[in-house]
């Protein structure tokens, strides 16, 4: 007699199948509104200008959705065949935030929204890691900060060095739900860069936490309008964190907004 647990295995096909399932439907939705606007284009609004310029920015913006869902489960998928491989490159996190909020100063700027940064000293914050990857993490954190902030709000990016993994995750919201959606294996004094991005948005309830980092995941109630996004941003910033041996967590309060953090093993002297 044999006995095989394929508990793994029916987890692992199940989450295959609800990945493709939801691709396909991520997808499907843009694709739809393109072939329903140049079916109309090509119909009764073919010689109407102004419903021909309307229609064909509305297009332009589902395709850009779609470029987007299409690099983000292209980079998704790239991450998770290197996720078990350990990166052996030297990162500045700071140098590596300053070329995000560089870039999306001017988007901030175009939203309302300030960028407030407290770095630490160039040099100071090194880790081993891969800086695409850190480029990454940074951007999805401090882009989503920006698109949940309110008009005239500020998104506060910290980055510290020399933190124990407790003081990485000390709370800093009073009365706020806090989650670690990831936690490093510890080595015995093992000290950390920190990267915090905190926004004064709306907030989440404490019951979707937990789902935070899943594919698609969206919260209900924030799923339309010009917040929507892929819903691979968070997975991504988790599977990166994951690869260097870092940890992820966040703390919420509904109304008063969002921080999140990601800590990563500092390169040692």
Do not use: C, W
């Not at 493709?20 to 991520?26: G, M, Y």
Request: hydrophobic letters at 45%; aromatic letters at 4%; glycine letters at 8%.
């Amino acid at each position: 007699m044999v006995l095989r647990d394929e508990t793994d295995s029916r987890r692992n096909e199940r989450m295959r199948a609800d990945f493709l399932a939801n691709a396909s439907h991520e997808l499907r939705t843009p694709l739809a509104s393109l072939t329903g606007f140049i079916e109309t284009l090509r119909g009764h609004a073919k010689d109407d200008a102004v419903a021909r310029e309307r229609f064909l920015g509305v297009m332009a913006a589902q395709a850009g959705r779609m470029a987007r869902l299409i690099d983000d489960l292209m980079s998704l998928s790239r991450i998770e065949l290197n996720e078990h491989i350990a990166p052996d490159g030297r990162v500045d996190v700071v140098v590596a935030v300053l070329d995000v909020i560089d870039a999306l100063t001017p988007l901030a700027a175009e939203r309302g929204v300030r960028l407030k940064a407290t770095l630490s000293p160039r040099g100071a914050a090194m880790i081993v890691g891969d800086r695409d990857q850190i480029l990454q993490v940074a951007q999805n954190l401090i882009d989503n900060a920006v698109k949940y902030s309110p008009n005239n709000g500020v998104v506060e990016v910290l980055v510290a060095e020399n933190l124990s993994a407790d003081e990485a995750i000390m709370p800093t919201r009073p009365g706020a739900a806090r989650l670690s959606l990831l936690n490093p294996d510890l080595v015995g004094g093992e000290r950390f860069v920190v990267l915090r991005v905190a926004d004064a948005g709306p907030g989440i309830a404490r019951e979707y936490l937990p789902r935070l980092s899943e594919r698609f995941y969206r919260v209900e109630g924030q799923k339309s309008g010009e917040r929507l996004g892929t819903g691979l941003g968070l997975a991504i910033v988790k599977h990166i964190t994951n690869r260097h041996r870092g940890g992820l967590a966040i703390e919420s309060v509904e109304g008063q907004g969002t921080t999140f953090t990601a800590y990563l093993p500092r390169l040692s002297a």
